[in-house]
């Protein structure tokens, strides 16, 4: 089959996976790598897909997968990476059996993301070789090419990504699946145990294979060179390969598919041959400081940034030195974050902010509470880490210091990796509270489902954890299930909860109203009747907003009828007029 379409980076690699014989994913959620599984369940007759909870485990799966002898992947975003590390560095050293492809996304810009690690670095340390694409595809052919290198060579390969690439669209040419017969196990203790003394042998050994596919690199058809006018050469790869084009048509460029290990000899023989050599890459310097480091002369980072995306306007005022129009751009408004009408967030959040409570935070959606009017998350640095984050704070302070904090946590997050946290509080007979924003699904990247929620990525039915006999499992002894919407009583239990001189788990057990498409109540609000307290504004709901004259009116397009505002209000001003149905 050869037939041309239209598809997403994300959606691209997806295809790759099907079409190079992978038989095993796994996954956690993380913008912007989620779609590749989400678009990979399509084939799910060849391919066994899978949420993981978190990217260790997924990770893990991927190198047994591996051992067992078929091809398997394991897709993550960059941050994902650092909880992945471990078997990462490890596997490292023991190589493959099945091709085994890390599909890791970065996110220069920081669309989504707590940090702009760039993925190059972490492979350079584990000693991983790295393919990247630069468009749809050749993200769908490149995937299939490293599973070939994987195994011709005996490493797991990183394949790197970027947010443009993985939501950018590209023509890609559709080809059947190869048939790749399942390797057959052969035990193996000194490569694939990895003890001090096998692991002494395999780092020898790993160096051998990297120095072997850097020479291999040289003559690889993922790196080509597009010789043009030789004034001006670029070494370039990925999406910054779009914009050397658009913004240099002229230039000669080398265009490297794969970026580590790089390929020595055709980067001197190309430097050669070009005037003024420039190196063009987001993020990190990793190409510039290792064709530095051979003594070659070339400019990158003097007049380039090593913060967010690149632009061909940003290369043309750079390299070329053109002072464009686009340099001063208008002033535009600024639109910050906000959470969803009807979140069950919010209202959590508006209690706390009424009991000056403070929340070290987490990652997920809940992260916006802590921008105004609510502000109450005052910290936010990995997933699991608002637990871990109170507990320093008491053992450094004393118990009474944090009465007037909490940890907040979403359900999936406290799957991921919080859950280790809270048994670190019971085992060091801590004393705070954890409270689970629990929405039943993974909001942030798109409502994936996780080991809470009784689905798996399939949509199949499976065994669906239950979050507070686990917390009790783990020695909680004050555990509470509540509606965030019930205000009134959330308010008591926080209060009792904080008071406590021990651990204390409150659960607000509310889905994410996204989740539910059937048609939602409305209210309105009655302007006679409005005392102008500003109560109903407190939250910070959209839909609710202020008249010139201080009365407030609710959009009906935006009101999820979650009933907050009616709440809030004192004096019959907000009525439900449309039930939901």
Known sequence: MSEKVIMLGNEAIARGAYEAGVKVSSAYPGTPSTEVSEYLVQ???????????????????????????????????????????????????MGVNGG???????????????????????????????????????AKDFFKIAFDLSEQFDRPFIFRTTTRLSHSQGIVELHDRKNIPDKSYEKNIRKNVMMPGNAKYRHVEIEKRNMELAEAANTLSINKVEMNDKKIGVITSGIPYQYVKEALPDASVLKLGMVNPLPRKLIKDFASKVDTLYVVEELDPVIEEQVKSWGIKVLGKEILTVQGEYSANMLKKAILREDLETDHPAEIPQRPPILCPGCPHRSVYHVMNKLKLHAAGDIGCYTLGAVAPLSVVDTTMCMGSSISTLHGMEKAKGKEYIKDWVAVIGDSTFLHTGVNSLMNMVYNNATGTVVILDNSTTGMTGHQDHAATGKTLQGNPTYMINIPALCRAIGVKNVTEINAFDIVQLEKILKEEVAKDEVSVIITKTPCVLLDKSRKPVYVSHENKCKKCGMCLKPGCPAVTKNPDGTVQIDDTMCTGCGLCETLCKFGAIELVKAGV
């Open 43 to 93: 084939y799910r007759e060849d391919v066994y897909e899978e949420w993981a909870p978190n990217e260790k485990v997924a990770a893990e799966v991927a190198v047994g997968a591996s051992l067992a002898g078929v091809r398997s992947m394991v897709c993550m975003k960059h941050v994902g990476l650092n909880v992945a590390s471990d078997p990462l560095y490890s596997v490292s050293y």
């Open 100 to 138: 085994l492809v890390f599909m890791v996304a970065d996110d220069p810009g920081l669309y989504s993301s707590q940090n702009e690690q760039d993925t190059r670095m972490v492979a350079r340390a584990a000693q991983v070789p790295v393919i990247e694409p630069s468009d749809s595809a050749e």
